[in-house]
């Protein structure tokens, strides 16, 4: 653990000393010379009220879609290049997604420990890598947040929101072309009139393969595509006190990626042997009505309800089985915000209704199964949360909350005997949770802010969404968490320096997690784990036209009860490091050239810590040009060194590897 702790260590060393470097910052009343770029405090939800991200007593990182064009993200399953702390690993497929935050991920490919909310929506489980499009921001809600939030929320949350039309019209498009294929999006949006506006958006994204299977003769088979589409419709008047936002979406995702390379040997060159071509085709399909309404100058109710369905049909061509999932969320959440010059409160009541439905439909030639041949799981949730912030003193803030949860899960499994007959097993099973959290803040002055916190968050208990024996017809039980950190922020006032360091322990009990062969594998709770980390981050302008920005965590997580006591928990690399710049030249700085290195420690795949990857370094870089008609030119470069590092493990079917190296041109425009 040496290296990751002087790796992590001289991060933190730069953070604290990168005031030095920075001009001093100047008298008030004065005007200072920003240049092109100027580190501005961002207006965030993570607390489900408007704060700026230095007011939230906790860690949040913010990315704007500026930052996600300039590093040209286009999916959430891409989220990790940006966030260092953030660690993002496709299981099998883009649809089996899973997001790792200060140590703490999922095993359960149907629960994830990290929470993705699209407009305060939150997401299904097989919905978490999706396209972005037309985003405003990206936050980064670090911790359990339980208190607001609720399941699922146990290393943190997501928050993805869209940007809000302007005034007058505009269309925007963006293209990459590269060797392996592109990525074309496009949108326009009305402009307001009379209040109302309206906007609309598509995307496609095909991105050839990388893999090659001599035994059957083929080349670069493991090709996926995503085509999507989405309208809004949005009443901002200015002069009313009501807004509302009817959103419809659709997502359609196939691919022939889900191959695997062997264990001892990591080459793109040669696939592990299939019964059939492994296929995905993913459907999204969602709506959300969102409403706000200002009552006074200090309450304002903001309602939301939506409905989100995924249907998957999926071959896995290791062993030749079809497979079929039906997916659907009914959500609405209703809350109040209060706001004064000393105190902020936020009351309300979330709901949610899912259903999961699992098929094995066979499969010509297909070896063995991948579960029963159905389970139909519905969960029920019911929800009421309060959260609030009050200044003590003029330099001392304290934030409490919590949420009390209700949860009924239900199950229905057709599971064959040794007979081979089937059998059709119900249950069902209750479970509460009680999250509270309380955070306590001193602001030595206008810059700087420490904090101590303490917060709860649960992953509800249940069955297993794809029965395979009678051991799956029994429930298990909620995964809780309880974390305690402290941090520090620094903000400098002419906005050309941003600073933050953080502290934490979680204690996780009753991990949950897989157990057993493949394809009979059953859902059960493993022990309990603890996380120990740093997070250290800095951003600063440089020359008035130059950004430097570096990041990074250090983390120690370790099963500490059951079975596997001792052991490195999966999923969790053991540091992390981002370090980026953006330049800016010529006149109005219209050359924009870029650089990132991103630099992932160690991790297992496996409680066991049988499958392990090691540490990988990767560099991106590229060059814009942005014309003063708002068109913008460019060439860029991912994984430039073509590193070769595993994504997935699993022993009993191989590795899957990351994308190869990238090389593509950029036209975006916006008018």
Known sequence: ?????????AVLLMTLTWPAFAQETPDEGTESAYGVIMLAPVSVTANKRDQTDFEVSGSVAVKTGEALAKDRVNSTDKLDTLFPELQSMGRSSRVYNNFTLRGLSSGDFYGPAVGLNVDGVPQLPHAYAQALENVDRVELVKGPQGAVYGRGALGGVINVESALPDDKPT?????????????????????????????????????????????RGLENIDDRRVTSGRVSLHYLPSSQPFSARLKIGTERYRSE?????????????RVNPVVTTPKLNRRLDDISLSATHEITDRWTTTGIVSWQEMFLERTFGTYGIDTEEDQTSLYGELRANY????????VGYSGQRQRYKYEDVGGEGSIGSMGGPLSDNTMMTHSFFADSTYRLAPRWEISAGARVAWEKAKSLMSIPDETGAIGDHRNEATFWAITPHAALAYLPSEEHRLWVGIGRGYKPGGFNKAGTTTLDTASYGSET?????????????????????????????????????????????????????VEVSGTAVIFEDQEVSVG???????????????????????YSLRASWTGHFGEGGRWQPTATVRHVGEHYFDENNTLRQGAYTVVDAGMTYET????????YGRNLSDTLYQVYANSYVGAQLNDPREFGLQLSARF
Do not use: C
């Open 628 to 635: 003063e008609y708002g068109v913008k030119i460019g060439v």
């Open 171 to 215: 269309l925007w498009t963006d293209v990459q072309a590269f060797s392996r294929g592109h990525r074309v999006s496009g949108g326009a949006s009305s402009g307001l009139h009379a209040g109302w506006a309206i906007q609309g958006m598509a995307n496609d994204s095909m991105e050839g393969g990388s893999l090659d299977d001599p035994s």
């Open 1 to 9: 653990m040496q290296g990751p702790f002087r790796a992590g260590g």
């Open 481 to 533: 968490v309880l974390s305690f950190e402290t941090g520090w922020k620094y903000q400098s006032r002419d906005g050309r320096l941003r600073t933050e360091a953080t502290v934490y322990d979680i204690e996780s009990h009753e991990v949950q997690g897989y157990s057993g062969p493949a394809g009979l594998m059953t859902l059960s709770n493993m022990g309990d784990a603890r996380s120990l980390g």
């Open 552 to 574: 990074g965590m250090v983390n120690r997580s370790r099963f500490t009860k059951g079975p596997y006591e001792g052991n490195t928990t999966p999923y969790a690399p053991a």
């Open 339 to 346: 706001k004064a010059d000393d105190l902020s409160l936020i």
């Open 257 to 269: 990626e889900e191959y695997y390379v062997s264990l001892d040997d990591l080459s793109r060159d």
